[in-house]
Nanobody, 119 residues
Framework: QVQLVESGGGLVQAGGSLRLSCAASGSIFSFNDMGWYRQAPGKQREWVARMANSGTTNYVDSVKGRFTISGDSANNTVYLQMNSLKPEDTAVYYC?????????????WGQGTQVTVSS
């Protein structure tokens, strides 16, 4: 059973920083990639960042240059460093892991962590 546990959310003023953590129950290399999504009130869940197990990273345009995704294989943890936060970054942030099995991707999700950015 795959478990993803997020932590690190909180309340921060605009311009501040937070680091989110996602601890996986097994090796992060057992997944094809891991990433972060977010969902603001009244909006659909939005992809934010992804890191393939090759180390390649991708970001949604709105966070490029401000957010950085990274992994720590020794601790089976993926991080999202968020700098220069803006009120529009306010959302519940979810960790996601994907594993390619039987010709399709299987998705795993964490429970989410709230990030609130005040103006």
């Amino acid at each position: 059973q795959v478990q993803l546990v997020e932590s690190g959310g909180g309340l921060v003023q605009a311009g501040g920083s937070l680091r989110l953590s996602c601890a996986a129950s097994g090796s992060i290399f057992s997944f094809n990639d891991m990433g972060w999504y977010r969902q603001a009130p009244g909006k659909q869940r939005e992809w934010v960042a992804r890191m393939a197990n090759s180390g390649t990273t991708n970001y949604v345009d709105s966070v490029k240059g401000r957010f950085t995704i990274s992994g720590d294989s020794a601790n089976n943890t993926v991080y999202l460093q968020m700098n220069s936060l803006k009120p529009e970054d306010t959302a519940v942030y979810y960790c996601n892991a994907r594993r390619y099995q039987f010709a399709t991707y299987r998705n795993y999700w964490g429970q989410g962590t709230q990030v609130t950015v005040s103006s």
